[in-house]
């Protein structure tokens, strides 16, 4: 196995990323547009993936995305990605974003999503990723989780 194949950590690779809010990430209420919470957390889930299997990614999928309270302007954004699972050339990617008002200190989560990754090599090819070091029942219990889930997945995926 050469060194970039060996298992490694979630905590190797969490990712958090913070913005303030500002005008342009809202909509026309004051309120974040999803498209710019969307591209955060894939952003995010992206730097994530990439730092696991040291190379590039791409996003083939998200699962279950929900708005689940609004972010407004001047709200302090936090995402935050961990790889929960990976498989052959793809990973389960968890990704969560948390508001914050920083005149009360409030904080709330606004999305939880998990991203399926895949790691590509120089001709767009999915290529091996390390496999991933569990440090904690937590841990082990996010990579059965993951693998159920992407057994459903792999499931309704559409013919190509
Ligand atoms: C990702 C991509 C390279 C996979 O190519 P492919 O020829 O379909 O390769 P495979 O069928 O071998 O799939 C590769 C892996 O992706 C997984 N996968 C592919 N499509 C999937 C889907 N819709 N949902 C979940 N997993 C999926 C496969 O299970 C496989 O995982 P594994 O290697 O861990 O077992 C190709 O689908 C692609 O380029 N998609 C576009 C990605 C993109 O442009 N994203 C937006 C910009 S980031």
């Known amino acids: 196995m050469t060194t970039e194949l060996a298992p490694r950590p979630a905590s190797a690779s969490r990712t958090l990323m913070t913005f303030l809010l500002f005008p342009e990430h809202a909509n026309a209420l004051g309120k974040a547009f999803g498209g710019q919470v969307m591209a955060w957390a894939d952003m995010c889930g992206g730097i994530c993936s990439m730092r696991h299997s040291t190379g590039a990614t791409v996003t083939v999928g998200v699962d279950d995305l929900q708005f689940e309270q609004p972010l407004l302007i001047g709200d302090v954004v936090s995402v935050e990605a961990r790889v929960n699972a990976t498989f052959r ?63 459903e997945r792999l499931a309704k995926r559409k013919p190509r």
């Open 89 to 151: 050339s793809s990973m389960e990617i968890e990704v969560v974003v948390h508001g914050e008002n920083p005149a009360t200190g409030k904080r709330w989560r606004c999305v939880e999503a998990r991203l399926t990754v895949v790691a590509i090599d120089g001709d767009g090819k999915g290529r091996l990723v390390p496999e991933l070091l569990p440090e904690s029942d937590d841990d082990r219990r996010r990579m059965t989780e993951a693998a159920a889930r992407r057994e």
